[in-house]
Structure formats: C-alpha cells, structure tokens
T-cell receptor, first 112, second 116 residues
Framework: GENVEQHPSTLSVQEGDSAVIKCTYS??????FPWYKQELGKGPQLIID?????GEKKDQRIAVTLNKTAKHFSLHITETQPEDSAVYFC???????????FGKGNQVVVIP | GAGVSQSPSNKVTEKGKDVELRCDPI?????LYWYRQSLGQGLEFLIY????????KSGLPSDRFSAERTGGSVSTLTIQRTQQEDSAVYLC??????????????FGEGSRLTVL
C-alpha cells in the first residue's frame, strides 16, 4: 500500500518568514495530494490539494508543488503568522484506493 | 452548523472494559471513515463505509475492533476488552463521494480515549 513520509517532524519559524514541509510517497499510481491542518483540540481540515495533472497550485499565502517523477510534494507557507501554528498532515490517494494515506504530521510553530 | 459530530469527546475507561464511540456524519455524505491518531503518530486508517457497499475493514488492528453504520448515516466504533495501547484520539470523517482521490474529508473533533 501507499507509504507517505513527512519531514521535518517539527519546524519553528519567525513570524513573517516562510515555512516549507516536504512529503514523499511510494505508490506511483497516487494522483491526489491534499494537505490538512490540525489545530489543538480540533479535527484536521483541508487547506489545499493538488492533482497529478498540475505541478503547482497556490491559494493566497499557501502553495503546494508536486514532482511526480521524484514522488514528492511540498507545502509552502509564506509570510507566516501566529495562527499558522498547527500540525500539518500531507496525504496521498489514487484511483482504486478506498482512503488517503497520511503522513505522521509536522508541528509548525510560528514565533511572534 | 452541520459538521461531523463525535461523542463522547473524552472517555476514560479501565483496561478490559468495552467502549463505544459514535459519529454523526454530514447529512448527504455517502462515505464515512474512522482514523486513529496516537501521540506523535499520523492518522491511521481503521475502516471505510461507502453507501450500501460492504465496508473496507482492512485497517482494523485486531478483532476487538468493530464498526457499524446504520441506515447509511450514524456510525459506531466499538472496542472490546480495551487495552492501554488503544489509548488514542479516534477521528471520524465523512465525504460527499468516497475513495482515495475524490476530494475533501470533513473530520469531527475526535473522541479521546484513555485506557487506564
């Protein structure tokens, strides 16, 4: 089955700086790559996703890039703000799979 | 707001007892998932329900775990003879259409289970 690796496990950034989280996946058949944000005491919430027919997608301060050849994708957060502090999960899925495979999560701390 | 609702939010139980966790998905969502989140771990898939199809139980860690979805809506996850390693947050999610690449999962806030 699909195996998703996520690193680094924790990331501290100064407010206003950029944060980048990288994920790798194992199944070349995967074609859907979402990112979820989990705030303390809440369930994960989708923030952005990308499908394999594009290499990059942007939504305001967040962007995701995908390299299908290398089987990795990254989340980029620019101009970080304290409310960006959370755990971020990457995931991968594809046709024929019943569910997404999630990474272990990345704790992002934005230092004011 | 008709989000995914889970109960109880917190459950403390003694080793060996049975527990039931409930999930009310978003109305109209045909797909329902249970995931487990242990400390420092990712989201571990447990079970998936899609409409009237047979559920995908491939993620259940042992035969002490079972789940039902009645009437295509509410789901109950049951853990029998709980063990300390069952302590985790159990997350339920629903989506409009099921499958690994068909779009957003809407998660509940989870049920935190502590087994003493």
């Amino acid at each position: 089955g699909e195996n998703v690796e996520q690193h680094p496990s924790t990331l501290s950034v100064q407010e206003g700086d950029s944060a980048v989280i990288k994920c790798t996946y194992s199944d070349s058949a995967s074609n859907y790559f979402p990112w979820y944000k989990q705030e303390l005491g809440k369930g994960p919430q989708l923030i952005i996703d990308i499908r394999s027919n594009v290499g990059e997608k942007k939504d305001q301060r967040i962007a995701v890039t995908l390299n299908k050849t290398a089987k990795h994708f990254s989340l980029h957060i620019t101009e970080t703000q304290p409310e960006d502090s959370a755990v971020y999960f990457c995931a991968a899925g594809g046709y024929g799979n019943n569910r997404l495979a999630f990474g272990k999560g990345n704790q992002v701390v934005v230092i004011p | 707001g008709a989000g995914v609702s889970q109960s109880p939010s917190n459950k403390v139980t003694e080793k060996g007892k049975d527990v039931e966790l409930r999930c009310d998905p978003i109305s109209g969502h045909t797909a329902l998932y249970w995931y487990r989140q242990s400390l420092g771990q990712g989201l571990e898939f447990l079970i998936y329900f899609q409409g009237n199809s047979a559920p995908d139980k491939s993620g259940l860690p042992s035969d002490r775990f079972s789940a039902e979805r009645t009437g295509g809506s509410v789901s109950t996850l049951t853990i029998q003879r709980t063990q300390q390693e069952d302590s985790a947050v159990y997350l339920c999610a629903s989506s409009l259409v099921g499958g690994g690449n068909t779009g957003e999962l809407f998660f509940g806030e989870g049920s935190r289970l502590t087994v003493l």
